[in-house]
């Protein structure tokens, strides 16, 4: 019934208007492999040409099988009897998890020095050396699923010759570091054989290109190799989950590998000043450049929820069909619920932190490890200067889906601010306002209305987030009101905590909250380094007085160390944060 379904689709491609998208990825693709372009990442186009590719003109398909394109599948590809990357590559180097494919001789020569004298060029044996490091923390330490495999093919398909993943060592055009090509639906069916008990729909087989050398490329060359390395074999760990899967988090999951394995090279850091100086664009807006610096999504969420988040979402991936639809944020949401956590929640976490900066154990959990090496100057929407009964606001409408604006407020006199969705429910907004003190400290206060008396801090923003994808551009206004001396302004929703006894303690310690209204309450437990190690409560609670315990245990139930934590009382329109000592 698939493969009709799928012959019907094939028609409909045929039959239809180009598809946008399509047009743009071959017009990128045709420069570059005509060496008309140097642009550095092709990889999407690849996978946009392999879905859409069938629509396009057949002006623009003759142009494509000039360079090896083949129009015949369901799968637009590079693929006949023999792959068009293997052209020129006459030998080959298998080291247990690949096959390289590779030349010593014409324009796609690597380099022949061989100290070792093993017949094998050194360059060849450096980038299989950093391949296997690759494998062995993604396969290994990361437990992701291997890359399905191509052994399966008939004759009439070029498999590289044996079931081992293809890297093909050639000049790939441009200033292309390197790509895979999707090729065939895993097995014919689209499920990935190396998964356990489960049944994938979107997977694929692919193939790889690196470069035969890296001059000029930023870094030195094998650190070109490791990210490259990093970022594109983890496109083909993805393709064995889902294919289709939206092209933000293929690419931004993908430059957070390569963070997470060579964590000191910093490659990533290009793609930093462009996202940050458009803080009000989605995290899922359809950018190339955008989708590249959405790594620093990951890079929070890894660091304050778990390292396991990114195999939670592609493991939660094969539950949508994504050739059907966009279920990316959703999926996420799922990923991280079974983490303890949420989308929104980690939207916000990051957006706070993009605007505190600090690699200081201070601001957690709003820290980043390296943001001190960052080279990130966040722009700022609006500034607000403030005078006592003078009412300020700020409008916006460009506010985009899962994105935030930064408002800067000066002003002698407290200020009471507050946030009006107004076109839509004001849930779909989220509001925090940052403190900054002469002593590195940062006080964040979260909902609406928040009272800002601004006697103690040196700096105050607002940061309003966009936590719904309801529309594509929100329309707000913030007004800055007369507030009162003190920030503990009396609210609606206001709760009080008694101090956590005992602290220091051993075995347990109480946290008490007592609620003038019921509310949704969010308790957890952060170590110095800003990582969640527990959640205590997370759910709507009623009016009244409730005791929380901490028993010294993270989420897998094992003791903590000795030291100091930090419990995070999250309510409607307050934020609190007490420090607690385990001693042992």
């Known amino acids: ?55 396009l003109s057949e002006n623009t398909k003759h142009e494509l099988r000039l360079l090896g394109f083949n129009f015949g599948g369901r799968i637009v590809n590079r693929s006949l009897d023999v792959r068009t990357e293997a052209s020129g590559l006459n030998d080959t180097y298998d080291n247990g998890n690949f096959r390289f494919h590779y030349t010593t001789s014409g324009s796609h020569a690597v380099s022949s020095s061989d100290t070792n004298s093993n017949s094998i060029p050194d360059y060849i044996e450096q980038m299989s050396d950093v391949f296997n490091h690759v494998v062995d923390y993604q396969l290994n330490m990361f437990d992701f699923v291997e890359p399905p495999a191509d052994g399966w093919y008939t004759a009439n398909n070029d498999n590289g010759g044996n079931g081992l993943y293809d890297i093909y060592v050639r000049n790939a055009g441009g200033g292309v570091y390197g790509y ?66 939206e092209s933000w988090i293929m690419e931004a999951s993908a430059v957070q590998m390569e963070e997470m394995i060579y964590d000191d090279v910093n490659d990533c850091y290009q793609y930093m000043s462009s996202w940050f100086n458009s803080p009000h664009q989605s995290l899922n807006l359809d950018s190339q450049n955008r989708w590249y610096g959405s790594f620093i999504f990951f890079e929070y969420v890894n660091s304050h929820l778990s390292v396991d988040a990114i195999k939670t979402f592609w493991e939660h991936s094969i539950t949508h069909d994504s050739y059907y639809g966009e279920y990316s944020v959703q999926t996420l949401d799922e990923a991280f619920d079974d983490l303890g956590s949420s989308f929104t929640e980690m939207l916000n976490g990051m957006s706070v932190a993009n605007q505190i900066m600090s690699s200081s154990s201070a601001a957690a959990p709003f820290d980043y490890e390296e943001a001190d090496t960052y080279s990130a ?18 409008t916006s409408t460009n ?69 719904n994808d309801a529309g594509s551009d929100f329309d707000y206004t913030l007004t800055f009101t007369d507030g009162a001396m003190s920030t503990d302004l009396e ?56 005791v929380f315990t901490w028993n010294g245990r993270n989420y897998q139930g094992h003791p903590v160390s000795t030291g100091t934590y930090f419990v995070r009382i999250k309510g409607k329109s307050q934020e609190r944060w007490q420090k607690v000592t385990l001693l042992k």
């Open 377 to 394: 100057n966040l722009s700022t929407y609006n500034t607000v200067s403030y005078s006592a009964g003078t009412d300020e606001t700020v």
């Open 180 to 245: 895979v090509q999707p090729e065939f639906y895993a097995n014919n069916s689209g499920n990935n054989e190396h998964s356990s008990g489960v049944s994938e729909v979107n997977a694929f087989t692919s193939y790889m290109v690196m470069r035969h050398n890296y001059n000029g490329f930023p870094n030195t060359e094998l650190e070109a190799i490791q990210v490259t390395a990093a970022h594109e074999f983890f496109h083909a760990v993805q393709f064995g989950y889902d294919g289709w899967e």
């Open 491 to 546: 609210i609606p929703d206001k709760f009080s905590i008694s101090h956590a006894y005992p602290n220091p303690f051993n075995p347990q310690t109480n946290i008490q909250i007592d609620l003038q209204n019921p509310q949704r309450v969010q308790v957890y437990i952060y170590d110095i380094k800003g990582h969640r190690v527990k959640t205590l409560v997370n759910r709507h609670l009623v009016a009244g007085q409730h």
């Open 399 to 467: 506010l985009q889906e899962n994105a935030a604006q930064y408002i800067r407020l000066i002003s002698d006199d407290p200020v009471l601010a507050t946030l009006a969705n107004n076109d839509g429910p004001d849930s779909y907004l989220e509001l925090h306002a940052i403190m900054t003190f002469g002593d590195s400290a940062w006080t964040v206060w979260s909902g609406s209305p928040i009272n800002v008396d601004t006697t103690d801090p040196s700096t105050v923003y607002f940061v309003v987030v966009s936590q």
């Open 1 to 55: 019934m698939k493969n009709l379904l799928a012959v019907i689709l094939l028609f409909a491609f045929l039959s239809a208007e180009p598809h946008p998208e399509a047009i743009k990825s071959a017009q990128n693709i045709i420069q570059v492999f005509s060496h008309q372009s140097s642009k550095s990442h092709i990889s999407d186009d690849l996978r946009t040409l392999a879905r859409y590719g069938h629509s």
